[in-house]
């Protein structure tokens, strides 16, 4: 079955990947295409087992193949410095600490199988380290289903705290490792010895983003966010301020105007009514009584005209068809023989 990972086109664009040598960026896509990287972006190898594996090139000959090998060996250690990979070399572990970033997951179903993820991986803080990052990533994505899917060991491993660095003794042996490759290499080439490095060990790198990454937005977990909103006041319902024979005030009977209520003192007096006899309290009565007037208007609404009139609806003036015309009162006349009106 054919894996697909995702690499950002800009990746030539980024200062830390063209600062990379050549064999530094083949080393880079090597580890981004190996098919045991884990989900998360770390798998189990030695930095030796990944150089021996570039000498069965057969357009290589003897000599240069065992350069190459070499060369590949330093590229794995020059990307570990700059800190693109974090690497244990007791448990043999690899771990690309912004793979997540860019290879998200598609959905909660892949989090959860994430479970097989910890039988490949061997027992160390490195492997912790992962786990507490990548947990990390997806609290910070804020997306519920997803967190719920994290297998437990992932949010333990969060939760005690390993994301934020490694024990002071990891990586010594690895920072000795890196400064032997580094002066070997300059003895052989003749080049002329640059300053040490400064940093003691893994616990002292920064997390850089990958070199195919996008400018880093600082991400804000859940707590965070929820802490820097500000809490809704809720205002409490009050007893209706009115009694029975109360006259509606002016701002409320401008809102029945609005509605064109033929009687708002009897609405006014509706809502009074409600309000005393179901115990109901509201905000803002104004706002209540507006929505009486709504409602009123709705039952209304193209209802026939009648004799009785409703106690909100305006009385309508009778008018015949046609209107009073010379013939309407006519037809209620009689007249005789000559045309003349009978009285």
Known sequence: ???????????????????????????????????????????????ESLAIEQRGNEYLNKGFEKAFGEAFLEALYELSSKGLIKYDPEAFL?????????????????VKSW??????????????????????????????????ALPKEFVEAFEKGYGKGFPEDFGKGLAKQEQEQEQE??????????????????ENQSEDELPFSEPENQSISKTETVE?????????????????????????LKIAEQYLIA?????????ISYCKSNGKEYVDYKAAFRTFCIQDQERNRGKPSSGTNSNNSAP????????????????????????????
């Not at 009687?263 to 809502?271: A, D, G, S, T, V």
């Open 263 to 271: 009687n708002p003192q009897l609405l006014f007096q509706k809502m």
């Open 228 to 252: 820097k909103k500000a809490k809704r006041k809720t205002k409490a319902k009050q007893p209706c301020p009115f009694n029975d024979g109360d006259v509606i005030p002016e701002d409320f």
């Open 185 to 202: 290499h300059k003895r052989k080439e003749n080049i002329k010895e640059k300053n040490p490095p400064t940093t003691s060990g893994l």
């Open 94 to 110: 690899i771990y690309v600490p912004n793979f997540l970033r860019f290879n998200f997951p598609e959905n909660p179903n892949v």
């Open 1 to 47: 079955m054919a894996i697909y990972r995702k690499i950002d086109c800009r990746i030539s664009n980024d200062k830390k990947f063209r600062e990379l040598s050549v064999e530094g960026k083949l080393a880079w896509y090597t580890i981004l295409s190996r098919r045991d990287l884990a989900p998360i972006g770390a798998f189990k190898a030695s930095f």
């Open 316 to 343: 309508m003036p009778y008018e015949p068809p046609g209107g009073f015309t010379e013939d309407y009162y006519r037809k209620g006349c009689k007249f005789d023989d000559k045309g003349n009106i009978l009285l």
């Open 115 to 148: 479970n097989s993820v910890l039988d490949s991986l061997p027992e160390c803080d490195l492997t912790n380290y992962a786990l507490a990052k990548s947990t990390e990533i997806i609290l910070n994505s804020q997306k519920d289903s997803f967190f719920k």
